[in-house]
């Protein structure tokens, strides 16, 4: 898989990385203006490292949901071009807001996904890229009612998290009923355990439909 412009493997301390260009900002190591991608801390960057490919294009325009403290938005960020990150808890959304003094392209929301009526008013539509990484139960529906923001040929890249949806059933099972509940919006074009880097999470890649 050719990563797109913008993400590299770098050599940190002689190993080779996944990086992207731009400030630190969870503690990774720099080298010469890069930052390496830790994808035990990023679905998106695990799905790097699996093979995946999550859809993300120098430029793209992106909605990211469930930004938490920017570690993986940043990285996002670094490559794309405007980058709507929404989070509704007010804490790391802070911790967000400094991470977007350094790229002006991240522009934070603190607003709940799951009521896209909320941001409709700010965010464009006919984006590139919607990824979601929220991690609370009804991770599909959220996903669906976001399609809204996406162009006809934009792509989807989904984490879901199995224990947020059922703690108690079988991962694979949850993640049967997810694809079903996102096949009646999205065509899934990949699906893949994100293990060893993220237990029982599955990384869905989709069109919509
Ligand atoms: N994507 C982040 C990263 O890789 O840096 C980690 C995200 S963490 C697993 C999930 C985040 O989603 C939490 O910060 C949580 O507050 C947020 N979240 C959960 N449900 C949400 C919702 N309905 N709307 C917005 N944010 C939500």
Redesign the pocket.
């Known amino acids: 898989m050719a990563l797109p412009d913008g993400i590299q493997y770098r050599a940190f301390d002689g190993e080779e990385r996944l990086a992207t260009r731009g400030e630190a900002v969870y503690g990774e190591p720099v080298a010469d203006g890069w930052r390496a991608w830790d994808a035990h801390?990023?679905?998106?960057g695990a799905m790097y490292e699996l093979g995946m490919e999550p859809g993300l294009e120098s430029g793209s325009e992106v909605l990211?949901?469930?930004?938490?403290?920017?570690?993986?938005?940043s990285h996002v960020a670094d490559v794309s071009g405007p980058t709507y990150a929404?989070?509704?808890?007010a804490r790391?959304l802070r911790d967000l807001l400094s991470v977007a003094e350094t790229r002006t392209n991240l522009l934070p929301l603190l607003?709940?996904?799951?009521r896209p009526e909320t941001y409709a008013h700010v965010v464009e539509s006919g984006l590139d890229l919607l990824v979601q990484?929220?991690?609370?139960r009804g991770q599909a529906r959220?996903a669906r009612a976001n399609r809204r923001f996406l162009a006809d040929d934009g792509r989807l890249c989904l984490s879901i998290?199995a224990r947020s949806e059922d703690a108690t059933c079988d991962p694979e099972a949850v993640f049967a009923d997810a694809l079903d509940e996102l096949r009646e919006t999205y065509t899934v074009l990949d699906s893949r355990r994100l293990d060893p880097f993220h237990a029982d999470h599955l990384a869905v890649v989709a069109e919509p439909r």
């Open positions: 801390r990023s679905k998106v990211y949901l469930g930004a938490a403290n920017g570690t993986t938005v929404v989070e509704f808890a790391p607003k709940d996904a799951r990484d929220v991690a609370t959220v998290k």
